[in-house]
């Protein structure tokens, strides 16, 4: 059977918000957030007739209140998609925009669909990580993970001690380039073109959403330097050089080249390959790497063949062990995060791989002579997720 080529066609996310009450999404609902970024895909691509759309498949990694019934399905209906389009939703946490796109990759290429939304969305401020669950007792009863392993920082500081050459000086100094980059990319415009603006209400009344809140422009090396560490005594991992907690939805369309051509779509990217790869749950960052040497073993490719990355920066560690594993420039290689990452714009768990997704496709547009690039992140109790995708836009 030959597979069908995977084209990313276009993507759009909400700006992410600070999670909790003084987040400017404390009063708006994750499946409202999700509604907004289908109608403006749709909008954006009216060639698009809605009911050839095969699928619209979101990833959240709390699936209840305003993020439970199946929220791919609810969506469908909320955002005015004919009531014959088919939704679902997925869990892979941090990954779950990740893997809705690499599932609605998987029917392109097998024929199973032609046209198909998949996204991610986290609403934090409503529901905090690990809200709900219920963690078997046998994991630690039994020994099968270390304690720390269900603290998403503790798991950082022992990246710490898994790779001692790796300092809190030079995670802090990534973490401040992150910054600079972030603001760079932002007053030259590059980040506004991927946010949809979106009327929300407040405690002040109706306002618009159309910034992130995440990013930090006046970081400094000596107030990084200064912070706490709350996950362990003398640590090494802070505020200051991690993601924040946040709210934001971020969705995509993908497409087969049948489809494009019937619709006048201009592919940007093509899906080459993805792969996920299990770790330690208690050195969940790393994950990134297996996952990424995955994929270049699959598709017949070294890192150096590899233009743009964009990596989910949960940790600066976990960035920087990176960098060091695949022979990378420290401590900030041109082709990884140019318009900065997590650190800076937030990381609302379920939505980042979308927008990384988005992010890269972005990237390559100013890039025409660049030709693979990866989006790869971790994953909580222990995996890496990445994709390979080519560009498009030569």
């Known amino acids: 059977m030959e597979m069908n080529e995977v ?22 609902r994750a499946d409202d957030m999700v509604a907004k970024v289908i109608r ?69 290429a097998m024929g199973s669909g032609e046209i198909i939304v998949a996204g991610g969305v986290e609403h934090m401020g409503h529901h905090p990580m690990g809200q709900g669950a219920d963690p078997n007792p046998r994991f630690i009863a039994e020994k099968l993970v270390d304690p720390s392993a269900l603290n998403m920082g503790m798991t950082a500081e022992n990246l710490h001690d898994m790779f001692p050459e790796v300092t809190k000086d030079q995670t802090d ?19 506004q073109k991927m946010i949809v603006p979106m009327t929300v209400w407040s405690g002040d009344g109706w306002k618009v959403a159309h910034t992130d809140e995440q990013p930090r422009p006046q970081t400094t090396l000596e107030g990084l330097q200064g912070l706490k560490t709350p996950f362990r005594n003398q640590g090494r991992v802070t505020a200051g050089n991690s993601s924040g907690l946040n709210d934001g ?19 940007k990217m093509r899906m080459v390959n993805f792969a996920f790869a299990g770790v330690k749950a208690e050195i969940m960052g790393i994950g990134p790497v297996p996952s990424t040497k995955k994929v270049l073993e699959r598709s017949g490719l070294t890192m150096d063949q590899i233009d743009l990355v964009e990596l989910n920066e949960a940790f600066a560690v976990q960035a920087v062990a990176f960098m060091n594993e695949f022979g990378m420039q420290r401590p900030d290689d041109p082709r990884m995060n140019a318009w900065g ?44 997720g990445t994709a390979l995708w080519e560009n498009m836009q030569k």
């Open 7 to 28: 084209y990313y066609v276009d993507g759009i996310r909400t700006a992410f918000g600070r999670a909790g009450e003084k987040g400017v999404f404390w009063q708006t």
């Open 40 to 108: 403006t895909l749709m909008e954006r691509n009216p060639s698009i007739d809605p009911k050839a759309i095969d699928d619209n498949i979101w990833g959240a990694t709390t699936q209840m209140g305003d993020q439970g019934l199946t929220m791919g399905r609810t969506t469908v209906m909320l955002a005015g998609l004919p009531v014959d389009v088919p939704g679902c939703s997925v869990d892979r946490m941090c990954a779950g925009g990740m893997t809705a796109i690499d599932f609605a990759a998987g029917c392109i």
């Open 173 to 191: 100094e990534y973490a401040l380039i992150c910054q600079n980059k972030a603001k760079k990319a932002w007053d030259e415009g590059r980040i």
């Open 249 to 267: 939805a971020a969705g995509v369309i993908l497409a087969s080249a049948k489809a494009c051509e019937k619709y006048g779509l201009k592919p």
């Open 341 to 384: 990452g997590a650190i800076a714009f937030g990381h609302p768990l379920a939505s980042s791989g979308a927008r990384l997704t988005m992010t890269l496709a972005n990237r390559f547009a100013e890039a025409p002579n660049a030709r693979y690039g990866l989006t790869t992140m971790c994953v909580g109790l222990g995996q890496g």
